[in-house]
């Protein structure tokens, strides 16, 4: 009996979490989805590749200049590609409107095409992280990643093999509801460590949790190089590694003196520290501002920054992977592992697989509680014993504590379960 109230509470607490949840997942689902391939369709709807004859590229002063000259724009990035037959890119900021990049071919400073602010896969990740709405998105998106654990926790306890029932069956007729309820839970079963995965990983990205947590491996020098940084501009900091971005690394003013040595000797000095292709140079953006060479990363131990002082020329800041510290190197593999990068194809194939259950499973729930109701009742029976609501109430508020924003929304479903309670006849 206290097992049945038991398993009645946890499937309860799974119920909600998809009700509230489930649009949201399944939009994550997608978007995450289409982002894992954004080389392929980025390929595909813009030149990012050239067929121009082989040979060694313009000096990249030149490729800023062709852009300039036939944009009437001012250069705030370039980017070398890691490929010989990709274009290379120069992003230029219109004084009203988001950033434009221009395709370039290298070998002849020929202008290929442009991309408006990011192109289409930005909007992809935008939706994926909801940044659209700005802040509330992104306090959402935590909200949805906390539920999103705890499906993934409950589903698997609720699947979990017991009197006889199998964890992976199919049984039945696509007109029967058990069907239905194996093909959820079976999928569920199957896709929970890598749905698991994918929300526990997804928490840096967001404001509350994943500013706290980067205020904590800063603190406890768990990632930060001992070394100053100049204080960057938003494109700057956007390509730094996750560790170092907001107060990552210590704080140190910026050069006064005049002058600039231009973009052909910073790639020089990066070339001559081993970074010869495959990155980006973010040109400064005021005066006394330095220049930042960031690898384009692939795999977390990719992660490189050099500073560059725009008037010496001197290297301020050399930050790699070597540096970082365990915190650190958790983070960042697990956010290029999360991108389907640290393992190669095979890599992104399970990513692929996690958003694919993902959506199937936010599709099968909506069919399952269809053919489920009975009586006009909305959701499963409340559990028949105070002690099991206690316990199960516990464990979700455990993990409210580690995920602050989900667990404001659990005790809001705490209070409207108390108060379902009290209004429900005796």
């Known amino acids: 009996m206290a097992d049945t109230a038991f398993y009645r509470a946890i499937w309860r607490w799974h119920f909600y979490a998809g009700l509230i949840v489930l649009p949201v997942l399944a939009l994550m689902a997608i978007t995450g989805a289409l982002y894992l391939y954004k080389p392929e369709v980025e390929a595909m709807l813009y030149p990012v590749h050239v067929t121009s004859t082989p040979g060694a590229p313009l000096a990249p002063s030149r490729l800023i200049a062709a852009v300039e000259r036939a944009s009437g724009q001012h250069a705030i990035q370039l980017l070398h590609p890691a490929s010989a037959q990709e274009s290379w890119r120069v992003t230029t900021k219109p004084r009203n409107g988001a950033p434009i990049v221009h395709f370039v071919d290298a070998k002849d400073a020929r202008l290929l095409g442009t991309m408006q602010g990011g192109g289409v896969m930005t909007i992809v990740k935008d939706l994926h992280s ?165 690898t384009l990363v692939t795999r977390a131990d990719d992660a490189r920054a050099i500073m560059i002082d725009a008037s010496s020329g001197a290297v301020v800041q050399d930050i790699d992977w070597r540096m970082f510290g365990p915190g650190a190197r958790a983070v960042e593999w697990g956010i290029a592992t999360h991108q389907g990068q640290q393992y190669g194809e095979v890599n992104r194939l399970l990513m692929l697989a996690g958003c694919i259950c993902l959506l199937a499973l936010c599709l099968t729930a909506p069919l399952l509680w269809w053919k489920r109701r009975r009586d006009g009742r909305l959701a499963p029976l409340p559990p028949s014993t105070p002690r099991a609501r206690r316990i199960v109430a516990a464990l979700m508020i455990g993990l409210g504590l580690l995920f602050p924003l989900t667990g404001l929304s659990m005790l809001a479903a705490l209070a409207g379960e108390w108060m379902l309670a009290r209004l429900r006849p005796a």
């Open 130 to 294: 909801l940044a659209l709405t700005g802040a509330i998105g992104n306090r959402l998106v935590e909200v949805v990643a906390g539920w999103a654990i705890i499906l993934c926790v409950t589903g698997v306890y609720l699947r979990w093999p017991r009197r006889g029932s199998p964890a992976l069956a199919i049984r039945g007729k696509a007109t029967g509801r058990l069907f239905w309820r194996d093909l959820h839970g079976t999928l569920g079963f199957l896709s929970a460590g890598v749905i698991l995965f994918l929300a526990v990983t997804g928490m840096p990205w967001t404001d509350v949790w994943g500013g706290g947590l980067r205020a904590v491996v800063a603190a406890n020098q768990w990632g930060r190089p001992k070394m100053a940084t100049i204080p960057m501009p938003a494109p700057a900091q956007d390509a730094l590694p996750w560790t170092l971005r907001e107060g990552g690394a210590a704080r140190g003013p910026a050069s006064r003196a005049p002058g600039d040595i231009g973009v052909d000797a910073v790639a020089r000095i990066a070339a001559e520290r081993g970074i010869r292709n495959g990155y980006q140079l973010i040109l400064p953006a005021a005066s006394g501002a330095p220049y930042l060479v960031a």
